[in-house]
């Protein structure tokens, strides 16, 4: 199966930037639907970003976050600007047949990486 592996996640201040990477072992990476969700404690998992044939976003993000892949690299990126305590989660990355808002349709899935916003 496909294994999925991020990185970039750390403590930053509120209004600063993070990328969050995502490396894939797939061979046909460029065939799969990414997304990027999140999950803060106490709390559900929850659709931030995906890349299909088209890039989508959740409403809390449109305009700070900017989801893109790099197919020979096999590799996903999350770049995240103007950051804010709500922000606060650990992300995950996700890889599926087609794009979907739920994360109960996504098969494979990273260990996720914290990010930490402080105001």
């Known amino acids: 199966q496909v294994q999925l592996v991020e990185s970039g996640g750390g403590l930053v201040q509120a209004g600063d930037s993070l990328r969050l990477s995502c490396a894939a072992s797939?061979?046909?990476?460029?065939?799969?639907?990414m997304g990027w969700f999140r999950q803060a404690p106490g709390k559900e998992r929850e659709f931030v970003a995906a890349s299909a044939w088209g890039t989508y976003y959740a409403d809390s993000v449109k305009g700070r976050f900017t989801i893109s892949r790099d197919n020979a690299k096999n590799t996903v990126y999350l770049q995240m600007n103007s950051l804010k305590p709500e922000d606060t989660a650990v992300y995950y990355c996700?890889?599926?047949?087609?794009?979907?808002?739920?994360?109960?349709?996504?098969?494979?899935w990273g260990q996720g990486t914290q990010v930490t916003v402080s105001s």
């Open positions: 797939g061979r046909t990476f460029s065939s799969y639907a």
């Open positions: 996700a890889a599926g047949n087609s794009y979907s808002v739920s994360y109960r349709n996504y098969d494979y």
